[in-house]
């Protein structure tokens, strides 16, 4: 336990949040201990091995060595870091000190100021929008991640990669060719897609960690892209509550720096029940696309991989619905309706990017739309057939 008192609330705050939703979904926190660690560690050096050894015809012994050595420090190091709470993911949480390290070294480059860092946490909400709420008697935040987000959205990431129809350019870039009917014709008769969306959002909301991916959603560039998005979308739902943080202090929406090179102008986000939900979006969009920029990447796919964490929020959402909320803890946080999040989007599009840009991203989202529009029909007429029957089905679909 820290001896600061302030964080020390903190802390207590997420434990006893930790304690309620435990209980609340019935899942069991992996406890971080030796015996644990140990288990965790060999199984994770298998893999790791097993993935060189697959590599071995294009990997120098050399190069695959220190790979290995490489990763097995990153292991070692985090394995040391403190954690907040006993009930804490040990991987989970560490794995959300990057996304805060790229939200805090993104702010000065857009022109907005440092913040006092909050505290972090991972639990089970079953909830793809994290959580910022300020904790009682003090004047701190805590940030709250499910505990599986991370993994989800990378999982994601690799079947949305390998559905778009991504190559590598002669200047080695990820070209597209963005043709949504044949798009749709390509994802519809992909079998591996369909069936590996399916089991990720399946076990994402009963609470279940789906097997491995094959080979096929590792191919490049698909591989890179993945990354690319997966990253974005960490990005975007850290961002999201620091926008909470940039409002508290007075920073309004487009204050920052524009990352396009579009000129300043003033702007103003509509008034009513959403209006802090939609003011943290935008700074959420220039945050990730700051980060992306930042990293060398073209901004146009953060806000592309954007789009694909909101179609997926609305699609987990019906998820849920089909199943009934196995496995489900809210916190008193909701967001705004994903169709009112987009058309946040679109606006932010037009208000910061050049013609072009606009145009790439208009593509791009439209071919990922389709993708997951078959995705997401295949899924759930799958969960029906195992959680509901027809009736229920047609409630999810048409709001019957």
Not at 83 to 91: A, G, I, K, N, V
Not at 331 to 336: N, Q
Request: with cysteine; proline share 7%; charged share 20%.
């Amino acid at each position: 336990m820290t001896a600061d008192p302030v964080l020390s609330a903190c802390h207590q705050e997420i434990e006893r949040l930790q304690c309620e939703a435990y209980a609340a979904t019935g899942r069991a926190p992996r406890r971080d201990s030796a015996d644990q660690s140990f288990r965790d560690h060999a199984l994770a050096e298998g893999l790791l091995d097993d993935m060189l050894a697959r590599r071995a015809t294009w990997l120098s012994p050399a190069r695959g060595a220190g790979l290995r050595a490489e990763v097995l420090e990153s292991w070692a190091r985090a394995a040391q870091v403190p954690l907040p709470t006993p009930l804490e993911d040990r991987w989970a949480y560490v794995g959300m000190l990057p996304l805060v390290d790229d939200i805090e070294g993104t702010l000065p480059g857009l022109g907005l100021p440092s913040l006092p860092r909050p505290a972090f946490g991972t639990l089970p909400t079953g909830d793809i929008n994290a959580v910022c709420r300020p904790v009682p008697g003090t004047h701190r935040h805590i940030i709250l991640f499910e505990t599986d987000l991370v993994p989800f959205l990378y999982r994601i990431s690799q079947v949305v990669a390998r559905a778009l129809p991504a190559s590598i350019a002669a200047d080695k870039s990820i070209s597209f060719s963005c043709s949504v009917p044949g798009l749709r014709k390509s994802v519809a008769r992909d079998q591996r897609v369909l069936d590996r969306f399916h089991e990720i959002v399946r076990c994402f909301v009963v609470g279940e960690t789906p097997p491995l991916p094959d080979s096929h959603f590792k191919e490049e560039p698909h591989r890179t892209l993945a990354g690319i998005l997966s990253n974005a979308m960490d990005v975007f739902a850290m961002g999201h509550e620091y926008g909470h943080l940039l409002l508290e202090q007075g920073i309004a929406p487009g204050a920052s720096i524009a990352v396009s090179g579009a000129p300043q102008a003033v702007l103003e986000i509509p008034q009513g029940t959403w209006q802090d939900e939609l003011g943290a979006d935008w700074h959420a969009f220039e945050l990730t696309a700051g980060s992306q920029r930042k990293h060398g990447v073209s901004w146009t796919l953060g806000i592309v991989a954007i789009d694909c964490f909101l179609r997926c929020a609305e699609i987990v959402e019906g998820a849920f619905a089909l199943v009934k909320g196995r496995g489900r803890w809210h916190l008193d946080s909701p967001h705004p309706p994903v169709a009112l999040r987009r058309g946040q989007l679109k606006a932010w599009l037009q208000f910061r990017a050049q013609k072009q840009a606009g145009d790439t991203v208009n593509g791009l989202t439209e071919c990922l739309a389709a993708a997951l529009e078959i995705m997401k029909a295949d899924t759930y007429r799958r969960l029906d057939r195992e959680f509901v029957g027809r009736l229920g089905l047609r409630d999810v679909l048409f709001g019957l």
